[in-house]
């Protein structure tokens, strides 16, 4: 699918932006429901996918990354979960030894997994969060409250009582960052839940991204602090 550049305008709610695409006002699909306060402002750079010609969409594009200053940052919620799997599968990302088994979206009670995996006897589940938000060289999650994902944090802790061997990783969607951290202000049931995860055997790991307006491709680990 063909990448074009645009120029953001405004957001009037959390699936369409305003663009201006070649001298043309459009309304596009936004590839993330979280707020992105921080990134799309209005005036700020961007880059649009063009829709499938089959698909029975009504905007003909989706907003899949933007600049923040000279940083370019992916916004696309549905990419992590795909780079994580296909580094797995590929083992560009080796985080538990090579893996005998792996499959997508496995449900444990309430809770639906990104994957799960088996390997060297070892079997467990392996969550995917996207980071977009930075702060003065700090990656943060989450950039709005999350029940969902608190309640993901705590069936892994389940999971690990259980004998699970469990992993939490952290696709920090940009280069530049320094450090991940939990979001503290905005969500402390979820910052909670990470620590206690943390001290309950889950890995919690973190990656940041290489970044162009057309590709994104998971680069090197990146120091976690909770």
Request: hydrophobic share 40%.
């Amino acid at each position: 699918m063909g990448i074009v550049p645009g120029i953001f305008i405004d957001r009037p709610n959390r699936f369409i932006a305003n663009v201006w695409v070649n001298g043309e006002r459009l309304a596009v699909h936004v590839k993330n429901t979280g707020r992105c306060k921080e990134i799309l402002i209005s005036g700020t750079r961007v880059f649009l996918e063009k829709a499938n010609e089959k698909s029975k969409r009504k905007t003909r594009f989706s907003l899949i990354s933007a600049y923040k200053g000279s940083q370019l940052i992916n916004i696309d919620s549905q990419i992590p979960n795909a780079l994580v799997h296909s580094a797995l599968e590929n083992q560009a990302l080796n985080i538990t030894g090579k893996m005998d088994y792996l499959k997508g979206e496995v449900t444990y009670q309430k809770s639906r997994f990104d994957l799960f995996y088996r390997s060297n006897h070892k079997k467990g589940f392996i969550e995917v969060k996207g980071v977009t938000l930075e702060t003065k060289g700090v990656a943060l999650f989450p950039d709005a409250p999350t029940i969902r994902g608190t309640r993901h944090i705590l069936e892994l802790i389940d999971a690990s009582n259980q004998g699970y061997e469990n992993y939490l990783i952290f696709v920090i969607q940009m280069k530049g960052v320094n450090c991940f951290k939990p979001n503290d202000k905005m969500d402390p049931n979820f910052s909670k839940a990470l620590r206690a995860a943390d001290k309950k055997g889950v890995y919690i790991q973190a990656y940041d991204c290489l970044v162009t307006n057309d590709t994104i491709k998971i680069d090197q680990p990146v120091r976690v602090v909770l």
